[in-house]
């Protein structure tokens, strides 16, 4: 008797375990490198996935040292495919894919570097074909959208810079087409720039506090990359602290926000009228929790939390989100006890096909886990929030708003390629100056004219190969070109 009652005593306990760790969440699988000796509470970082074209599903997942390619396409049994040390060495890193590629970067310490990853040998193996600091040298996230990587808070060449955008039509070759610049193409400071979110163009940056207010969510129009146009931003709103990242919702109409601060909720913006945003609701599962990085599909907002694993709630009605699930991935933390501050689930991803969702916990690895609660009924553009393989080119929009400046008749620049000695030909517009700028965006030749000149030669003979733009600046306004010196 004694023992069936001591049988019952530790089975209610172990259920009552359970229920404080998981509601409609079930961990499959927690992977844990080999390489990598356990306990450190700080040892693992980012998360992002890819699924190659024969259907199969990857975590692409950063401890201090490195980054994994794990396959958990057999949920139960994840696999790593392979590791690569590098990109610096500290507890940032972030991770983004376009097409059949990763890219990485890492932030706070020295020895940092752009890494880019070609995917397209897996299962069997992934091949780094970059690995330079000429674009970054220390770097805190990255976002993708269209053709286009965003780099925020980025350094390079001992020069930082709030953000950059590359082009990255040609994956295996990028090269800088603009940003924002502090005080020289966009108004105030944001040097304390930490994240961003980006659709068709238009960016959703985080900004931490800083000395000249510019903190908060500043929406800007980035269709022409060299000119950022500020649309609205949002900084008075409740429980505000350091605004770290957002996302959008399916249907465009809101953005899930996070601010990385102890007792900050979680906001839910209206961005219907981005000259106007207002946060309509806030929700937390404990009013100390901090919220990391935030998305949402189908209507679920899929959130990562220091101390509370991963937290998931319904907001197919902005205005009363509700909680449908969580899962803690360290159960040694939270429930109140939040210090250290920034221990526990850094990042998730939920867009697999395969409904699952992959997490990194700081201390404990990957988890695969799943959500096996209810999904609300709503409706929305996936390519909204997750965008890949598209068909608008940055050159293409580049050049299309420049020519929407003005007309420039007959302009062309001649041989192109050309060994090192290209000529500009200008009919009827006078060119007042032509600057030409090498793809990290530096510039390497400035010549003004200000008469009317037909035939303007250019001599790149001295420069290395590659691609390089040039500038011509009108009375009416400007043009780009792209040129190839063979």
Same mark, same amino acid.
């Given at each position: 008797?004694?023992?069936?009652?001591?049988?019952?005593? !530790?089975?209610?306990?172990?259920?009552?375990?359970?229920?404080?760790?998981?509601?409609?969440?079930?961990?499959?699988?927690?992977?844990?490198?080999?390489?990598?000796?356990?306990?450190?509470?700080?040892?693992?970082?980012?998360?992002?996935?890819?699924?190659?074209?024969?259907?199969?599903?990857?975590?692409?997942?950063?401890?201090?040292?490195?980054?994994?390619?794990?396959?958990?396409?057999?949920?139960?049994?994840?696999?790593?495919?392979?590791?690569?040390?590098?990109?610096?060495?500290?507890?940032?890193?972030?991770?983004?894919?376009?097409?059949?590629?990763?890219?990485?970067?890492?932030?706070?310490?020295?020895?940092?570097?752009?890494?880019?990853?070609? !995917?397209?040998?897996?299962?069997?193996?992934?091949?780094?074909?970059?690995?330079?600091?000429?674009?970054?040298?220390?770097?805190?996230?990255?976002?993708?959208?269209?053709?286009?990587?965003?780099?925020?808070?980025?350094?390079?060449?001992?020069?930082?810079?709030?953000?950059?955008?590359?082009?990255?039509?040609?994956?295996?070759?990028?090269?800088?087409?603009?940003?924002?610049?502090?005080?020289?193409?966009?108004?105030?400071?944001?040097?304390?720039?930490?994240?961003?979110?980006?659709?068709?163009?238009?960016?959703?940056?985080?900004?931490?506090?800083?000395?000249?207010?510019?903190?908060? !969510?500043?929406?800007?129009?980035?269709?022409?990359?060299?000119?950022?146009?500020?649309?609205?931003?949002?900084?008075?709103?409740?429980?505000?602290?350091?605004?770290?990242?957002?996302?959008?919702?399916?249907?465009?109409?809101?953005?899930?926000?996070?601010?990385?601060?102890?007792?900050?909720?979680?906001?839910?913006?209206?961005?219907?009228?981005?000259?106007?945003?207002?946060?309509?609701?806030?929700?937390?599962?404990?009013?100390?929790?901090?919220?990391?990085?935030?998305?949402?599909?189908?209507?679920?907002?899929?959130?990562?939390?220091?101390?509370?694993?991963?937290?998931?709630?319904?907001?197919?009605?902005?205005?009363?989100?509700?909680?449908?699930?969580?899962?803690?991935?360290?159960?040694?933390?939270?429930?109140?006890?939040?210090?250290?501050?920034?221990?526990?689930?850094?990042?998730?991803?939920?867009?697999?096909?395969?409904?699952?969702?992959?997490?990194?916990?700081?201390?404990?690895?990957?988890?695969?886990?799943?959500?096996?609660?209810?999904?609300?009924?709503?409706?929305?553009?996936?390519?909204?929030?997750?965008?890949?393989?598209?068909?608008?080119?940055?050159?293409?929009?580049?050049?299309?708003?420049?020519?929407?400046?003005?007309?420039?008749?007959?302009?062309?620049?001649?041989?192109?390629?050309?060994?090192?000695?290209?000529?500009?030909?200008?009919?009827?517009?006078?060119?007042?100056?032509?600057?030409?700028?090498?793809?990290?965006?530096?510039?390497?030749?400035?010549?003004?004219?200000?008469?009317?000149?037909?035939?303007?030669?250019?001599?790149?003979?001295?420069?290395?190969?590659?691609?390089?733009?040039?500038?011509?600046?009108?009375?009416?306004?400007?043009?780009?070109?792209?040129?190839?010196?063979?």
């Amino acid at each position: 008797m004694i023992k069936n009652i001591l049988t019952v005593i !530790l089975s209610l306990i172990a259920l009552t375990s359970f229920a404080q760790q998981s509601m409609n969440m079930t961990e499959v699988s927690n992977f844990y490198p080999s390489n990598v000796t356990p306990g450190n509470p700080e040892q693992f970082n980012d998360i992002w996935g890819y699924v190659a074209p024969d259907g199969r599903e990857y975590a692409i997942f950063g401890s201090v040292s490195g980054t994994y390619f794990i396959d958990v396409t057999n949920a139960a049994s994840p696999v790593e495919i392979d590791y690569f040390s590098g990109g610096g060495t500290g507890i940032w890193r972030d991770f983004k894919t376009y097409k059949h590629y990763a890219f990485g970067v890492a932030d706070v310490t020295s020895g940092n570097t752009l890494q880019i990853f070609d !995917l397209q040998y897996l299962p069997d193996s992934v091949v780094k074909i970059y690995d330079d600091n000429t674009f970054s040298s220390n770097c805190h996230n990255i976002h993708v959208n269209n053709d286009r990587l965003y780099i925020v808070s980025n350094t390079r060449g001992g020069s930082y810079y709030p953000l950059d955008v590359l082009c990255i039509e040609d994956p295996e070759n990028p090269y800088l087409i603009g940003g924002i610049r502090n005080g020289i193409n966009v108004s105030g400071n944001y040097s304390t720039s930490h994240d961003a979110f980006v659709h068709d163009d238009t960016v959703y940056l985080s900004v931490y506090f800083n000395n000249t207010g510019n903190d908060g !969510l500043h929406v800007f129009d980035m269709t022409d990359p060299e000119n950022p146009d500020l649309i609205g931003s949002i900084q008075n709103y409740p429980v505000a602290g350091i605004n770290h990242a957002s996302w959008m919702s399916s249907d465009g109409t809101h953005l899930i926000m996070a601010d990385e601060t102890l007792t900050s909720p979680i906001k839910m913006v209206d961005i219907t009228d981005l000259s106007n945003m207002q946060a309509i609701s806030t929700f937390a599962p404990n009013p100390g929790a901090i919220a990391h990085n935030p998305f949402i599909k189908d209507c679920l907002a899929i959130i990562s939390y220091y101390h509370e694993g991963v937290q998931i709630y319904d907001v197919s009605n902005p205005s009363t989100p509700t909680r449908v699930g969580y899962f803690d991935t360290d159960t040694t933390i939270g429930n109140g006890n939040y210090s250290p501050n920034y221990r526990g689930c850094w990042g998730v991803y939920p867009y697999l096909p395969s409904g699952n969702i992959i997490a990194a916990d700081r201390k404990n690895g990957l988890f695969v886990l799943t959500y096996d609660g209810a999904y609300p009924n709503c409706s929305g553009d996936f390519d909204k929030v997750v965008e890949v393989d598209t068909t608008k080119y940055c050159e293409d929009t580049v050049t299309t708003v420049a020519l929407n400046k003005f007309t420039a008749n007959n302009i062309e620049i001649y041989p192109n390629p050309s060994k090192g000695i290209f000529h500009v030909i200008s009919d009827q517009n006078i060119i007042n100056e032509i600057a030409v700028y090498d793809i990290r965006g530096l510039e390497i030749s400035r010549v003004k004219t200000n008469i009317y000149k037909r035939d303007i030669q250019l001599d790149l003979s001295s420069e290395e190969s590659g691609i390089y733009f040039v500038h011509l600046f009108f009375n009416e306004g400007e043009k780009r070109m792209k040129i190839f010196k063979e």
